[in-house]
């Protein structure tokens, strides 16, 4: 399973021109889930994905984790992270099939409003307008594997 998580000022996800999800301050997450993923590595990314210490302490460092931020999340699914890039033209068989994602998907989804977060989700499979106001930049890329 991958996460790209960026640090945002605000992001928002419109599908057929009506916005159907904002954020301010927090973390927009596009997140990918390949063939053999299981649900323990999406429990264990959502971990990663809550514990993630990137906001800046008093002293500039990157040190405060998302809950004691303050910030909220969008998740947003997206098998094009798995493209093989061999060739000009990407292929996407390391994707695993929306049968299998979606329910990891929604389980990552569940497990950050377990802990806490305010949560905003994009439409599983849908053709989304994404927008952010990144800040930093900050931009973090985490794999979980088995």
């Known amino acids: 399973m991958r996460a790209v998580i960026t640090r945002v000022l605000s992001a928002s996800v419109t599908i057929d021109g009506d916005r159907c999800a904002e954020i301010g ?10 063939n053999g993923d299981t649900k323990a590595q999406a429990q264990k990314i ?5 514990g993630l210490r990137i906001f800046e302490d008093e ?67 849908a ?3 994404v927008e952010s106001i990144n800040d930093g930049p900050v931009t973090i890329v985490l794999d979980v594997d088995a």
């Open 25 to 34: 301050k927090g973390f927009l997450v596009l997140l990918g889930v390949r």
């Open 59 to 125: 002293n500039g460092k990157m040190n405060i984790n998302p809950k004691d931020a303050g910030a909220q999340l969008l998740i947003v699914s997206q098998f094009t992270l798995y493209a093989d890039c061999s060739s000009r033209r990407p292929g996407f068989t390391e994707a695993a099939r929306p049968e299998v994602s979606e329910p990891l998907y929604e389980l990552v989804v569940k497990e950050c409003r377990d802990r806490g977060f305010e949560v905003q989700t994009g439409s599983f499979g």
């Open 46 to 50: 959502a971990d990663k994905i809550c």
């Open 127 to 129: 053709d989304m307008k």
